[in-house]
Structures are given as C-alpha cells and as structure tokens.
C-alpha cells in the first residue's frame, strides 16, 4: 500500500476536465480491483477511447505517483531503462528512464503504445 505522495508533481491532477460518468467510474473500480490482487495489468481498447484517462484518473483517487512513457518502434531495451543527459558543457550521462524509476520509487508506470514497440523490447 502506498503512503502520502512524496512527489505530489508526479500526481496527475483530473479535476477540471475529467467528465465523470458511470462507465469510466466503472473503468476506474474495476483497475482499483486488479491493481489490488495483481502487480500488473495491462489495458487494451481503441485509440482515443480513454485508458490513459482512467489511469490517470485511478492515480488521482489514490493520491499515486505515476511515471509515463511512450514506446514507438524505435524503441530499445537501453532507451525504456535509461535516458541520456546532455550537460551545460556537451557531456553526456544517463538517468533512471520512467519505467526504472517507478519500479524503485513504488509508482505506477504507463507504458503507453506497447504494441508498436519491438517484440525484443
């Protein structure tokens, strides 16, 4: 069970703009359940039809830090674990990508687009 956000910035805010409804208030229990019993879970459906939304959603409600990141074609093994940093002086270095990041900070990661990423990754 998670505690209090310690990085509330990470909290997705849907309060303005979220249209409560009874399906997505249904979305959103039923991904309360599974997250319950389950350490992963995976949300499928049509472009646009708002699984980012419920996710985000389900972070607000629990007061959940979230971690987001896209994955493309290109995507690789070494760009979903780690980000590369270009210092002031042309330097590069490397962080924690959000995937890592959420599994050491206990926060829910999206990975959005799964499908269009490699099979290897």
Same mark, same amino acid.
């Given at each position: 069970?998670?505690?209090?956000?310690? @990085?509330?910035?990470?909290v997705?805010?849907?309060?303005?703009?979220?249209? =409560? /409804?009874?399906? $997505?208030?249904?979305? %959103?229990?039923?991904?309360?359940?599974?997250?319950?019993?389950?350490?992963?879970?995976?949300?499928?459906?049509?472009?646009?039809?708002?699984?980012?939304?419920?996710?985000?959603?389900?972070?607000?409600?629990?007061d959940? @830090?979230?971690?987001?990141?896209?994955?493309?074609?290109?995507?690789?093994? =070494? /760009?979903?674990? $780690?980000?590369?940093? %270009?210092?002031?002086?042309?330097?590069?270095?490397?962080?924690?990508?959000?995937?890592?990041?959420?599994?050491?900070?206990?926060?829910?990661?999206?990975?959005?687009?799964?499908?269009?990423?490699?099979?290897a990754?």
């Amino acid at each position: 069970s998670r505690g209090p956000a310690s @990085e509330p910035h990470l909290v997705p805010r849907v309060t303005s703009w979220y249209a =409560v /409804s009874a399906a $997505s208030e249904s979305a %959103v229990a039923e991904l309360a359940r599974q997250l319950s019993t389950e350490k992963f879970c995976c949300l499928l459906g049509g472009q646009g039809v708002g699984k980012n939304v419920v996710v985000d959603r389900l972070c607000y409600l629990l007061d959940a @830090e979230r971690e987001y990141a896209q994955l493309h074609r290109d995507s690789t093994v =070494v /760009s979903v674990t $780690s980000s590369p940093i %270009v210092s002031a002086n042309g330097t590069v270095s490397f962080t924690d990508a959000p995937l890592v990041r959420a599994v050491l900070n206990d926060r829910i990661a999206v990975l959005d687009e799964v499908d269009k990423a490699p099979m290897a990754v």
